[in-house]
């Protein structure tokens, strides 16, 4: 049986994937009360101790617009962090997996022969533009430099067990006729469950490198609020707004749609379009949609 440790465990995706890693792995699940990954003295301790299989990193600072005041912090805790797993790791032998996002993109958008904006493969070049971004792009290429024995997940616009964007509007609908949503930012909203089955699909395969992991299909962050009201039954007007007319501290990417390539050509999981995913994730947390 394979030991793995988990860390930022309490999180949305660390959640999901101690449910379904527990049955088949001795898990040692952590968050930042059990070690302090920035902390590389306890880090190395710990790991030593543990002589994990493998490592999967869900611990981040993942507030974007709080990265953007708080810089030191970004980095201590999504690239020197992510440092210490990896060096870590690779003294004790163990597979590297380290979760990153779609924010190590520009957002400006990659365009096919015909002149149309595709999606982002693997192989694109980043280009962040905000903290958070590049804070999570130096944590992949600490990774990349410590561990030859990493695995990449890129992913996007979670939605799982704890604070996310649908809970958040189906918060607001309670109070509100109607919602102002951004409609000119493109993404793939991404079910943690269908996260969770592909991480750990690839886990079991000869596999390494960086892969994108998003559900299938696009959508603005207006569209995506309209398919959880339609869910749900609500009357909730969204109303649609661009970026400019919403300003926030940390700039967001316009065009951040990811493509599995990689994954695809592997043969391994693939992950449900974001509405069935929405549909199951739904049902699960209130009944029948």
């Keep these: 049986m394979q030991t793995i440790l988990i860390t930022g465990c309490r999180g949305q995706l660390g959640l999901e994937l101690t449910r379904k890693l527990g049955a088949d792995c001795r898990l040692i699940p952590v968050d930042i009360e059990e070690l302090d990954i920035t902390d590389s003295a306890t880090v190395f301790d710990r790991v030593k101790k543990a002589k994990p299989d493998a490592i999967i990193n869900c611990a981040a ?13 970004a980095y201590r805790v999504n690239a020197m962090g992510a440092r210490n797993l990896a060096c ?14 779609d924010y190590v993109f520009s957002g400006e958008g990659v365009r096919d022969e015909d002149g149309s904006v ?14 958070y971004g590049k804070s999570k792009l130096a944590g992949e290429e600490m990774v990349r430099a410590h561990n030859p024995r990493h695995l990449i997940f890129r992913t996007a616009w ?12 189906l918060r607001l609908a309670k109070d509100h ?7 000119d930012q493109w993404g793939n909203p991404t079910s943690t469950k269908e996260l969770a089955r592909l991480i750990i699909d690839v886990m079991r395969r000869p596999e390494y490198g960086v892969f994108h992991a998003t559900c299938e299909g696009v959508c603005t962050w207006y569209e995506f609020a309209c398919e959880i009201f339609r869910l749900r039954g609500l009357e909730t007007r969204v109303v649609p707004c661009t970026s400019a007319e919403y300003p926030r501290p940390a700039p967001r990417p316009r065009y951040s749609m990811l493509d599995n ?14 509405k069935d995913a929405l549909f199951e994730y739904l049902e699960a947390q209130e009944g029948p949609c």
């Design 177 to 183: 006729d109607s919602i102002t949503v951004v409609n």
């Design 61 to 73: 600072y993942t507030n974007v617009d709080a990265c953007e005041h708080n810089v030191d912090l």
């Design 88 to 101: 870590a790791s690779f003294e004790a032998g163990a597979k590297m997996v380290q979760i990153s996002t």
């Design 158 to 169: 979670l939605f799982g067990e704890g604070a996310n964007f649908v809970r958040t509007m």
């Design 261 to 274: 390539r990689a994954a695809r050509l592997c043969g391994a999981y693939s992950m449900a379009h974001w």
């Design 118 to 131: 595709r999606a982002y493969v693997e192989n694109d070049r980043p280009g962040p533009i905000n903290v």
